[in-house]
């Protein structure tokens, strides 16, 4: 069984979604079987290359939203996030672009090393507060998840490698009716949107192993 999912590292929403389906994998008879496959997406293509502020400074001044807003609306998600055993520290992260970062990713899926990446990736943005589109960071992380350090500074040095691969993702995102992430096509046949509760994830897995 492939799972394709769509999500982008700076969305709390996929984090909260990609564990549900985690858990619901963990309990999947079929589990051994799965193969998992991270497409790419940005929520924020505008978004600046270089920090301007954490989230709050963000939300209020670039998309207007109010502080009640901001912190009701992530003090929410990081509720939900504690429940499967997530941290998300969402004052500390920054709201930066991924492109770099996505760019990266199809680096490490060439690499057999996607899970991994985007894992690490999210825990660096929404644990630690790390700038997700420094070179220095991506540098550290891309050592932390094992990726060849020459493969790693030509694509820092050249905007355009990988980038194609990226908005290929981002207009099949388009192509399919995705309106926003996480996204997740089971076996080409099933798709499910959102981060939904494991129940959702575990009929959604049992329907396919059962041909429906």
Known sequence: MR???????????CTVGERHL???LEEFAGRDDVE????SFQLDP???HESTGNALDYLT???????????AMNDGLAARAAQVGLDFNWRESHMVNTMTAHRLGVLAREDGLGVEWDELVKLAYFTQGRNIADHDELRSL??????????????LADESAYSQEVMADIAEARRIGVQGVPFFVFDGRLAVSGAQPVEVFTRALEQIAAGE
């Open 46 to 48: 505008e978004a600046p």
């Open 142 to 155: 891309a050592a932390e998840v094992g990726l060849r350090p020459q493969d790693v500074e030509s694509v």
């Open 22 to 24: 985690n858990l619901a």
């Open 36 to 39: 998992i496959v991270w497409r």
């Open 61 to 71: 001044r670039v998309k207007g939203m109010s502080e009640e807003q901001v912190v």
């Open 3 to 13: 799972i394709d999912i769509w999500s982008d590292y700076i969305c709390p929403f």
